[in-house]
């Protein structure tokens, strides 16, 4: 687009040039008619033309000089936005990169915190189950020991309370006679 812009320039300029040269060619043409008619020196006809010349090859170089001068600015100002639009290319990239990045590590605590709590969740559910076996294991032990508390002897109140009965089940009579002893054991 740019370079179409530049051709379109390059060839206005040079139908610039061909009109100013037909004009001086038109110039020259009548001041050769009218130094002819007139008997005008041919030195100042020449200088006036050389002069012109000189004016019209000064405003070509000056045109071309601001064509080119335009060329370069518009080269470094598109330079300048593909540096612009490379380096927002980049920043783009880069954002995105550590957009993903922060994204990992933000799953990566999110693991952590769910295997912490995992492994907090199973010590807790060990320990209860240790708690849970010990407190069975205490129970059975006090259920044992009841057991053979009262399969092997007899507290000292029972024993008092029943001595008669067991007197007579030793001795394998009667009781002795006592007050009181009148009555059936059951």
Known sequence: MLDSLFQEKRNISKELGAINEKRIEVIKERLAQQGAAVGVD???????????????????????????????ERQLKEKETKAFLDMQVAMKHERKVLEKESEQKHAAIVKQDVQAF?????????????????????????????????????????????????????????????PGHNRRPF
Do not use: Y
């Open 42 to 72: 041919d030195q100042r006809t020449k200088e006036f033309i050389q002069k012109n010349e000189r004016i019209h090859v000064e405003q070509v170089k000056q045109e071309q000089a601001e064509e080119d001068r335009k060329r370069k």
């Open 118 to 178: 995992e492994r907090s969740k199973n010590d807790k559910r060990k320990e209860l189950e240790q708690k849970v076996t010990k407190h069975r294991e205490s129970l059975i032990k006090q259920i044992d020991d009841h057991k053979q508390t009262k399969a092997g002897l007899m507290a000292p109140q029972e024993f008092a309370i029943n001595k008669r009965i067991i007197e007579e089940v030793i001795g394998g009579g009667s009781p002795p006679a006592s």
